[in-house]
């Protein structure tokens, strides 16, 4: 699996906007919304019910916020690099720039792990994140994600 095959070129953005945690993501649900046709309150509070159990913010920079979901019929995910960092309470405490936002179908639970197995790999990537925060748009940042093997 790649990448590219659960990202769309038109879910990648560069934000300058200034966030806290709790309204990124609802922001995020927001956007998702009509695309998976679920409210957004029920994206926002399985999103959030999921950073309760551990935060998503794997460290260097890097959070990948997820839920499954029941009503969900196909994956959906969107990034995000932030230009002013956020507080994700990752586990090295520090702030977060590039969030990979993902919804998936309850079901089956292997392509879940899969999916996650492969943002995760892809984004740890040293390279990756360096070519991720160098890039202007978000053309230049989908390209540095969409050929990252999984």
């Keep these: 699996m790649l990448v590219k095959d659960i990202l769309s070129p038109s879910n ?4 300058n906007q200034r966030f806290d945690k709790a309204s990124l993501l609802r922001e995020l649900c927001n956007r998702a919304a009509p695309v998976v046709e679920l409210p957004p309150q029920t994206l926002f509070a399985e999103v959030m019910r999921r950073e309760e159990l551990g935060s998503t913010g794997l460290g260097q920079g890097i959070a990948i916020p997820h839920t499954r979901l029941a009503d969900l019929k196909k ?5 995000v690099r932030l230009l002013h960092p956020i507080d994700f ?11 990979f936002f993902l919804l998936l179908p309850a079901s089956p639970p292997t392509a879940h792990l899969n999916s996650l197995a492969c943002v995760a ?11 991720l925060r160098k890039a ?13 093997p999984g």
């Design 75 to 79: 994956p959906y995910s969107f990034m």
């Design 12 to 15: 990648v953005m560069i934000e």
């Design 136 to 148: 202007t748009d978000s053309t230049s940042l989908y390209r540095a994600v969409e050929r990252t």
């Design 89 to 99: 309470d990752a586990v090295d405490g520090e702030p977060v720039d590039i969030i």
């Design 121 to 131: 790999r892809s984004l740890r990537d040293p390279t990756i994140q360096s070519e």
